[in-house]
């Protein structure tokens, strides 16, 4: 099995662009999850889905912030603007059912806003 | 108030001694709780969950859960170099997301 697998695996752009993160989830697991890393926030959960619906979104930050799943293999995070507080690595994690199985984690994405 | 509560250490122990690493979380419904390993620069990966109050031993990790003090700790025996790492504690929430804590560094010297 390939894992979760997340692109781009850096990226750097400047204030007020749009960013675009993708995120495939092991195939079979139902449930997925976003999450932003910081030293000083440590990991939080963004959204997640169950079965390409989104269940909660609570952690979103801001409107800046969407997530799309249109299907069971590829899920996306959108920063538009993006701001450089938003530096931070965002990591995608699948699960075969949401809070009794252990989360997989996706080598994330270290994004970088100038 | 953080929901669940992790000392951030750096944690420093000797190579071969036992490292305690300690977690405390607010949802007194919490039914399942988790330690994630994070070496630098890496993603958490999954090394011990327990369900049931009392131990759970994998190799040389050991899990302990006590849900009347809302306390999950992780027994690391035999250190080694190769541990240091920083160790998430992750409880659930609400019956489907993880809550994790903020990490404690270990540190394991030779």
């Known amino acids: 099995d390939a894992g979760v697998i997340q692109s781009p695996r850096h990226e750097v752009t400047e204030m007020g662009q749009e960013v675009t993160l993708r995120c495939k989830p092991i195939s079979g697991h139902n449930s997925l999850f976003w999450y932003r890393q910081t030293m000083m926030r440590g990991l939080e959960l963004l959204i997640y889905f169950n079965n390409n619906v989104p269940i909660d979104d609570s952690g979103m930050p801001e409107d800046r912030f969407s997530a799309k799943m249109p299907n069971a293999s590829f899920s996306t995070l959108k920063i538009q603007p993006s701001e450089p507080r938003d530096s931070a690595v965002y990591f995608c994690a699948s699960s075969p059912v949401a809070g009794i199985y252990e989360q997989f984690f996706g080598p994330g994405t270290r994004l970088t806003v100038l | 108030q953080k929901e669940v509560e992790q000392n951030s250490g750096p944690l420093s122990v000797p190579e071969g001694a036992i490292a305690s690493l300690n977690c405390t979380y607010s949802?007194?419904?919490?039914?399942?709780f988790f330690w994630y390993r994070q070496y630098s620069g890496k993603s958490p990966e999954l090394i011990m969950f327990?369900?049931?109050?009392g131990d759970k031993e994998d190799g040389r990790f050991t899990a302990q859960l006590n849900k009347a003090s809302q306390y999950v700790s992780l027994l690391i025996r035999d250190s080694q170099p190769s541990d240091s790492a920083t160790y998430l504690c992750a409880v659930v929430y609400n019956t489907d997301k993880l809550i994790f804590g903020t990490g404690t560094r270990l540190q394991v010297f030779p």
């Open positions: 949802d007194r419904g919490s039914q399942s």
């Open positions: 327990i369900y049931s109050n």
